[in-house]
């Protein structure tokens, strides 16, 4: 999940995404006065959670989350 201040923040974290990640793809995205937020599905290239870190700190993203799922949160 991507909280971006613009879209030229929005554009600069999904290029690290896409190098970072054997696929990505956009769930959804939702455009607001404060800013941008994206839910993307990624494919890990390995155990590699470091990215998120990169695309923490790059101007205008103001965070970046990571989250394992499943397919199997609800029983």
């Given at each position: 999940?991507?909280?971006?201040?613009?879209?030229?923040?929005?554009?600069?974290?999904?290029?690290?995404?896409?190098?970072?990640?054997?696929?990505?793809?956009?769930?959804?995205?939702?455009?607001?006065?404060?800013?941008?937020?994206?839910?993307m599905?990624?494919?890990?290239?390995?155990?590699?959670?470091?990215?998120?870190?990169?695309?923490?700190?790059?101007?205008?993203?103001?965070?970046?989350?990571?989250?394992?799922?499943?397919?199997e949160?609800?029983?």
């Amino acid at each position: 999940v991507l909280a971006c201040q613009d879209e030229q923040a929005e554009q600069r974290a999904t290029e690290l995404v896409s190098a970072r990640c054997r696929r990505q793809a956009v769930k959804s995205k939702t455009v607001c006065q404060d800013g941008v937020e994206l839910t993307m599905e990624v494919c890990l290239q390995q155990a590699d959670t470091g990215f998120v870190n990169s695309v923490a700190e790059l101007p205008g993203v103001r965070s970046a989350v990571l989250v394992s799922y499943n397919g199997e949160y609800m029983s």
